[in-house]
């Protein structure tokens, strides 16, 4: 599992497309809940060995992960790698926490990196102003950004 700092180990391709990675936290540093997930989200990647074989080839960053909130109910941490990154979406009362990891492609193309109940999540690359999102069924939306990270509501999801 990695657990490196420094920014010279993210991968080139997501420090070039994403102003979030050039800069440091946009909404701020992490507090404490902030804290507490990461640090629970390691020792879940490093306890569970399914997860662990799917998280570390993307040789996340733990000392680089920064925060975005996208409103008054939803904060995502974004934990970039030399392959990849994992998003953390919580609430804002820290009660629940989801998180997904998807590849420098999958972010540099925008595509949606987790899906909760009917709500997707990615990031969009730079000079994108809202980003394109196709949902179940085909249809698309555009999906508003904050410091590159959308959330958009996916009408053709069921909810679990």
């Keep these: 599992m990695a657990g490196e700092s420094g920014s010279g180990g ?15 936290g946009p909404d701020g540093p992490l507090d404490a809940d902030d804290q507490q997930i990461v640090a629970s989200r390691t020792e879940v990647m490093a306890a569970a060995p399914r997860l662990r074989e799917r998280v570390a080839p993307l040789g996340l960053i733990f000392g ?26 919580r609430d804002a009362e820290c009660h629940s926490a989801s998180g997904g990891s998807a590849s420098i492609e999958a972010c540099l193309e925008g595509q949606p990196l987790l899906s909760l109940d009917q709500t997707l999540v990615g990031l969009a690359p730079d000079g994108v102003d809202r980003q394109l999102v196709e949902f179940c069924d085909g249809s698309t939306g555009y999906a508003p950004l904050r410091h590159h990270v959308y959330a958009i509501h996916d009408p053709t999801r069921h909810a679990l």
């Design 10 to 24: 993210i991968d080139p391709r997501l420090i070039e497309g994403f102003a979030l990675f050039r800069e440091p």
């Design 64 to 89: 680089e992960v920064r925060k975005v909130i996208l409103d008054s109910a939803r904060i995502v941490l974004v934990i970039p790698g030399r392959a990849g990154l994992y998003v953390v979406v």
